[in-house]
């Protein structure tokens, strides 16, 4: 046995909270609907309560403060008033009857009305252009809805189609009559409609809107920035805005757009994987231009295990690209930023024992190596210490020691700076070879190993690999 609802407390408590920690007064006859939701009434509260799924408790009707007693037919069942409520039924509808017993009255809870609505309510789309559709159902926990153009599901080519997410694409000619209706329909009551109409319209023949990328680009990695630049022509005002899949300013799934064009691609790979970026000049809504790219996972490698040379030596790495990054119709050129080597370094890939510049994602992981030389001399390296201190010290205290010696009075003096002279020359030669605790130091680079493709040419990191030269 285990309790679902209820505390050993006694009284009324615990609402939006887990049931078990709630406090019930005599609660009787629960029912479960198809959901899963558990009602029950409270005859020593004056309320009817609910335990959903997850095991949290509401009241649905009656209210504990106003006691016992007969109000509220017509208005929210929350603030009626019930007196002994003996018992509850819920019907496949949703509706909760319930048992007054004290008020000598059934009372019925009804759900809330099903509604669906779609927005925009209306709008204008250029011939083969784009426009997101979205449905708000209110009345029943499923908000699942059916999309339809003109009465055919998913649209057709003459009148213009729409995707089970609400994208809807303007047909490559304007149909007649040439407004369209969308409708969204409830997947729980089909006679639950909402609509909206869309005015397909030719482009403008004045204005011009050209939609482009520098350098060029047919590819985006997962959670890069790709700015997009928008060419206006035939007018003044030379504002546009951005569009994702239909959507101003995108959305999660296809990726978002700024108002200076600059595109984040989404988190992971959409389907359909290719992505139609708009701009639509705020001078003329049938201005429109249009650029589609194909998002892909970023290329990404495993990074390797730290290295450590001296100069002149060469640091090795083994690496993996990881499977299912990148594009395998896109080969990888790699590289390695120059700003993060070693000074005079060279970095040279290889596979299989054979040098490469390339690599071909794949579904299966593709290893390769890498391999750092660091020149015999780098302006990079430094010493630890400050040997550079003895040759300025040495000009400084050796003429000061022959004025002391030449200042010196007495023999016993002479002797004196003579001591002084030679101690100060002693210390400095020590330091000029290295003494005083100097030992050769070490510099840590953190090299960057980056990829372009043909249809991505701007550098991305695939990873990095750490070097110290000591």
């Given amino acids: 046995i285990t309790t679902v609802a209820g505390t050993i407390y006694f009284g009324y408590s615990g609402d939006g909270g887990a049931a078990t920690n709630a406090g019930l007064d005599r609660p009787n006859f629960p029912w479960v609907d198809g959901a899963g939701n558990l009602f029950f009434s409270e005859v020593g509260n004056n309320v009817v309560r609910k335990v959903d799924p997850r095991g949290l408790i509401t009241t649905v009707a009656g209210n504990y403060a106003l006691g016992g007693g007969y109000s509220g037919d017509g208005g929210p069942a929350t603030s009626a008033e019930l007196n002994f409520p003996s018992g509850v039924f819920v019907t496949s509808a949703g509706k909760v009857f319930i048992a007054d017993t004290d008020n000598s009255r059934i009372r019925e809870l009804a759900p809330a009305p099903l509604t669906v609505t779609v927005a925009p309510s209306t709008a204008t789309v250029v011939v083969s252009a784009l426009q997101q559709y979205t449905a708000t159902v209110t009345g029943n926990a499923n908000t699942g809805v059916n999309w339809f153009v003109n009465g055919a599901a998913g649209g057709n080519s003459t009148v213009g189609t729409i995707s089970t997410t609400g994208v809807f694409q303007a047909p490559a000619a304007v149909p007649s009559p040439a407004t369209v209706t969308i409708s969204a329909i409830s997947q729980v009551d089909d ?39 928008a060419t206006v022509t035939g007018t003044t005002n030379t504002a546009v805005t951005w569009y994702v899949e239909g959507a101003q300013g995108g959305d999660a799934t296809f990726g978002t757009i700024d108002t200076s064009g600059n595109y984040t691609a989404p988190a992971s790979v959409p389907s359909p994987a290719t992505v139609t970026i708009e701009a639509v000049s705020q001078a003329d809504a049938t201005a429109i231009g249009v650029a589609q790219v194909t998002i892909v996972a970023a ?6 295990a730290p290295q450590t040379v001296s100069p002149g030596g060469t640091a090795n790495y083994s690496l993996s690209l990881n499977a299912r990054t990148g ?10 930023l120059p700003s993060s080597l070693p000074a005079g370094a060279t970095c040279v890939f290889s596979q299989n024992g054979q040098t490469i510049t390339i690599i071909t994602p794949s579904n299966n992981s593709v290893p390769f190596a890498l391999a750092v030389t660091v020149p015999s001399a780098s302006a990079s390296l430094q010493k630890a210490g400050r040997p550079w201190i003895a040759p300025q010290l040495f000009a400084v205290f050796f003429p000061l020691a022959g004025i002391l010696l030449l200042g010196a ?48 040419p701007n550098p991305v990191t695939i990873t990095t690999a750490s070097l110290t030269v000591q």
């Fill in 191 to 229: 006679t639950t409609t909402g609509t909206a109409q869309a005015t397909i319209a030719n482009p403008s023949v004045t204005i011009t809107v050209t939609v482009s990328t520098n350098p060029p680009v047919t590819q985006v990695y997962t959670g890069t920035v790709q700015p997009f630049t």
């Fill in 299 to 304: 290329p990404a490698a495993s990074q390797p």
């Fill in 327 to 336: 594009s395998p119709s896109q080969p990888i050129t790699l590289s390695c």
């Fill in 409 to 456: 009075k007495s023999r016993k003096q002479r002797v004196r700076s003579m001591l002084l002279a030679f101690i100060g020359v002693l210390l400095l030669t020590l330091m000029a070879c290295g003494g005083g605790g100097s030992s050769p130091g070490s510099t840590t680079y953190t090299i960057k190993i980056q990829g372009t493709t043909a249809a991505q």
